[in-house]
């Protein structure tokens, strides 16, 4: 993706390097990857999902660590996330402004290790994610490692692209009070309608994905795509539980399988209206 030298959002809060103290979770073994990439892209739904496997698997220890300086590649990073966030901020102004709304700009936080949030406390194991409480996205950058060297994405800036505007696409949903209508219809449905509901949530977050690149296209490297397809193959819920415990139960899916989320960011991007997102209507 071309970047360098284009504009970078002043919404970003770079934490990462500073002194953190008190009690640090840390994760271990095949359940602490589970945590992870259940919680991948899951804005509030998977932040009620982490404190519940997190306890089972995890040990919290007292450290103390000192603040450091960035690396230059750790630098270069977080100029390229600012950047797109920065995009997601412009494109969005503008889509919302198409459709005669007026969109209310969102904050990302990069962090190490832990972080504190109005949706409660979260460890690099939640993966990214979006804060409905705050509306601010937390993003972990180890994260990206992982999904490359442990469940087969390419590597590649784009990949750390879809991320942030899958994530920024909850933000949408937020706004537009998508979120609310689905959460309450959620507490009078079973657990498997409640899925249904939480993977159409998800899926409109890839669709939103997809548009933001269309609307983007013009600063876009011929293999970005590809980039962020690899990324949503890798976190389908039939590959992650593939991976992680042998089977797939499609009932338990609560953010769509592999290619339902290759499926809606490319029909976001093909497309680019943001009318053709009713993920809810082909759910049912």
């Known amino acids: ?26 994760g271990g073994g095949a359940l602490g990857i589970i945590i992870l990439l259940l919680n991948l892209f899951g804005g509030e739904n998977a932040q009620m999902l982490t404190p ?47 459709n005669n709304i007026e969109y209310r700009q969102p904050k990302m936080i990069l962090f190490t290790d832990a972080v504190e949030t109005a949706c409660g ?30 469940f087969g994405a390419k590597g590649g800036d784009f990949a750390i ?36 509901l939480s993977v159409a949530l998800e899926l409109q977050a890839d669709f939103y994905a997809g548009l933001w690149a269309k609307y983007n296209q ?6 970005d795509l590809d980039e962020a397809l690899s990324a ?7 590959a992650i539980q593939s991976r992680t415990q042998g089977q797939v139960v499609p009932e338990s899916f609560t953010h769509g399988t592999s290619e339902q989320r290759k499926y809606w960011f490319m029909k976001g991007y093909t497309t680019g209206d943001i009318r053709q997102g009713d993920t809810f209507a082909e759910m049912n």
């Open 52 to 98: 519940m496997l997190e306890q089972m698997n995890q040990q919290q220890t007292t450290t103390q660590s000192d603040s450091r300086e960035l690396t230059q590649e750790e630098q270069e990073v977080g100029g390229f996330v600012k950047t797109v966030f920065a995009d997601t901020e412009d494109i969005w102004a503008q889509i919302f402004s198409e």
């Open 232 to 238: 949503a193959q890798a976190v389908g819920d039939d």
């Open 121 to 150: 406390s979260a460890s690099a194991a939640s993966g990214p994610f979006y804060c409905p409480g705050d509306e601010k996205v937390y993003m972990d950058l180890a994260f990206f490692q992982e999904l490359q060297t442990r």
């Open 1 to 26: 993706m071309k970047w360098i030298g284009r504009r970078q959002s002043e919404n970003v809060e770079d934490r990462r390097g500073m002194s953190t103290g008190g009690k640090a979770v840390v």
């Open 218 to 223: 013009q600063n876009l490297d011929m293999d």
């Open 161 to 196: 692209a879809y991320v942030i505007a899958h994530e920024v696409g909850h933000h949408i949903q937020t706004v537009l009070g998508t979120s609310n209508k689905v959460r309450q219809l959620q507490q009078s449905r079973s657990e498997v309608e409640a899925n249904k």
